[in-house]
């Protein structure tokens, strides 16, 4: 049972080019978001998926899209980075309960540590 | 909206001393909280989380959090900090909102610890 895990671990860029943030997790989550870690502001939600086939705006969505792919992908794609957007992002998974307002968690992969030069 | 505060952005305590982090909240529901610790370019850990009951919660690796409703806080402790521990610690909050839980993270502390 792997968790959540994510790819790549690092990555440069140049400004202007794209690149795509794949995360998967094998605990049958319906939940699935994608967060960045900038020095000072703890995590910042950039987009999140509630179930399969639904994709939402979070606190930083500006620069970024995202694709659920299936139930254990979710995917975020840069179209044309910037320096603005180096930080490290972290992608996370949540099982969501039966009845809204319940309990939940939600688990964190490793980690994508991204540099825009 | 909810929100976090962690005072303290950085604790250096003596190995086999007893640890206390600190962490405020904003909620007007009784809120879902929890603590996660972050090790040198690693994910988040979950250490333990309060959702309701018992308001002393324990935790893994010896850790433990106690809510108080009172003073909108849920500090964590340790009795006997490892050399292990060194690392960065986060309360985050969790609330209900269009249908998924948001959830939203403190700046964090970094612990340190010394011979």
């Known amino acids: 049972n792997a968790g959540v895990t994510q790819t790549p671990k690092f990555q440069v860029l140049k400004t202007g080019q794209s690149m795509t943030l794949q995360c998967a997790q094998d605990?049958?989550?319906?939940?699935m978001y994608w967060y960045r870690q900038d020095p000072g502001m703890g995590l910042r939600l950039i987009y999140y998926?509630?179930?399969?086939?639904?994709?939402d705006k979070g606190e930083v969505p500006n620069g970024y899209n995202v694709s659920r792919l299936n139930k254990r992908e979710f995917s975020l794609r840069l179209e044309s980075a910037a320096p603005s957007q180096t930080s490290v992002y972290f992608c996370?998974?949540?099982?969501?309960?039966?009845?809204?307002?319940?309990?939940?968690?939600?688990?964190f992969g490793p980690g994508t540590r991204l540099t825009v030069l | 909206a909810q929100s976090v505060t962690q005072p303290d952005i950085h604790i250096t305590v003596s190995e086999g001393a007893s640890l206390e982090l600190r962490c405020n909240y904003s909620?007007?529901?009784?809120?879902?909280l929890f603590w996660y610790v972050q090790s040198p370019g690693q994910g988040l850990q979950l250490l333990l989380k309060?959702?309701?009951?018992?308001?002393l919660v324990q935790g893994i690796k010896g850790f433990e959090a106690e809510f108080k409703r009172s003073q909108s806080s849920f500090n964590l402790r340790k009795p006997s900090v490892h050399w292990s521990d060194a690392a960065e610690y986060f309360c985050?909050?969790?609330?209900?909102?269009?249908?998924?839980?948001?959830?939203?993270f403190g700046i964090g502390t970094k612990l340190q610890v010394i011979p």
């Open positions: 909620y007007g529901a009784t809120p879902y």
């Open positions: 309060y959702f309701s009951g018992d308001t």
């Open positions: 985050a909050v969790g609330a209900w909102s269009g249908g998924y839980q948001k959830v939203t």
């Open positions: 998926s509630a179930s399969e086939g639904t994709t």
């Open positions: 605990m049958n989550h319906n939940s």
């Open positions: 996370a998974s949540s099982e969501v309960p039966t009845l809204a307002g319940g309990e939940d968690t939600q688990y």
